[in-house]
């Protein structure tokens, strides 16, 4: 009865929201046909346009490098202090949880639109906001990762007398080093995807040029940006994979 009861609130759920976004599939039918001139607009890609995009698609991967670094420099420390069997006091530990909850609450686009405001329109703003969106992702999944290590070696650490530098190095930073690099990769392909959309408030590299063929309505250009950086997404997903897999 328990499991009868828990579907039907979870439809009942799901039958309330597409109610009241509007979210219907008769509407979906109707639209198909549009999105079939939508997507035919599009065929073929204008490949002479990529000698424009190379170097702005080159621009957004290194905002997704510098991005994920420095945010993945900043998320370690952080998540020490928010991770409950590191830090036993409350007055550091809730202050450090505070601040990542406000670093995931803020989006994106609204971190790129405030660089861009204060540095003005460039790939420093982009960076910037890569730097604060990775931050908060990666320091939830690392002080994640912290609080489940395995306790018996920090208690043998301990009992010889380590201090507290010695027993965060040796006892938890040994366990989950590996996660976090695979977390850091993954951040990285997320913050490609993400560098390709914050030009749209100013933030600099490839997404500057996708809202400018959306408006120009040159949708064979569109395609062609989409069709670069998938390939770039792919190559990168593949890399980060192999690495992540030699890390296991």
């Known amino acids: ?28 039918a109707r639209g198909i046909p549009e999105m079939g001139k939508f997507f035919a607009k ?35 420390p952080v998540s ?10 409350r007055l550091l530990r809730a202050p450090a949880k505070f601040a990542l909850n406000l670093s995931r609450t803020i989006p994106d686009l609204l971190f790129a639109a405030l660089f861009a405001a204060v540095f003005g329109y460039g790939p420093l703003a982009g960076t910037l906001a890569l730097t604060f969106f990775s931050f908060g992702i990666l320091s939830k999944w690392a002080y994640e990762a912290i609080e489940t290590v395995d306790g018996g070696p920090m208690e043998a650490m301990t009992a ?27 951040m990285f392909e997320i913050n490609i995807r993400a560098a390709a959309i914050l030009g749209f408030v100013g933030a600099g590299g490839i997404g500057i040029y996708l809202n400018r063929t ?19 997404v792919v190559a990168i997903d593949a890399a980060s994979s192999r690495i992540r897999g030699k890390l296991a």
């Open 1 to 28: 009865m328990k499991s009868w009861l828990t579907a039907a609130l979870l439809l009942a759920i799901l039958w309330l929201c597409a109610r009241e976004t509007e979210a219907s599939l008769s509407e979906l």
């Open 80 to 89: 020490f202090l928010a991770a409950s069997n590191v830090t036993k006091l």
């Open 160 to 186: 010889v007398g380590a201090n507290k530098l010695q027993w965060i190095h040796y006892g938890v930073v040994s366990q989950v080093m590996g996660q976090f690099v695979g977390f850091a990769l993954y």
């Open 214 to 232: 959306l408006g120009m309505f040159r949708y064979d250009q569109t395609l062609l940006i989409i069709l670069f950086t998938l390939a770039i």
């Open 42 to 76: 599009m065929v073929p890609p204008d490949w002479a346009y990529f000698r424009v995009v190379l170097k702005p698609m080159i621009e957004t991967v290194q905002m997704a490098i510098l991005g994920t670094t420095f945010g993945a420099l900043l998320a370690l």
